[in-house]
């Protein structure tokens, strides 16, 4: 029969009880600096990931007026086209979607129409036609 030493239970479990502790006041002390970083990170959000949008729709607002936007930075260029095209009130007569192979189609190749491109860097065409 096995039997087990009494002590040798109780002091193994009080080191592994002083292990936690010793992990939970750790844990007690970074838990703050953490949910700072991630606060700091989401309200400010530097990337423009949680708001991107409403950048877009202000980027849109400004490009809508005729004004040139220059130094945005962190944005998501699907996105804003998506904006441009959506609050466009003028139908175009030739519209160009594509990669940035397409950037370079200007409207003095098609005089007497309205023309918009709508090209994008890193765009293949499976992704064009896929997109909703």
Known sequence: MC???RSSYISSFRSLSTFFMKFVKKLMFLLPIVCLIIGFNYFVDPAN???SEKYCQAV???LLKGKNVANITNYDERLLQKEYINSLTQRRD???LGSSRVMQISASLFPRHSFLNNGVSGRSQSAISTQN
């Open 60 to 62: 849109v607002s400004l």
């Open 3 to 5: 039997s087990i030493n």
């Open 49 to 51: 990931i949680f708001r």
């Open 94 to 96: 030739i519209v160009v």
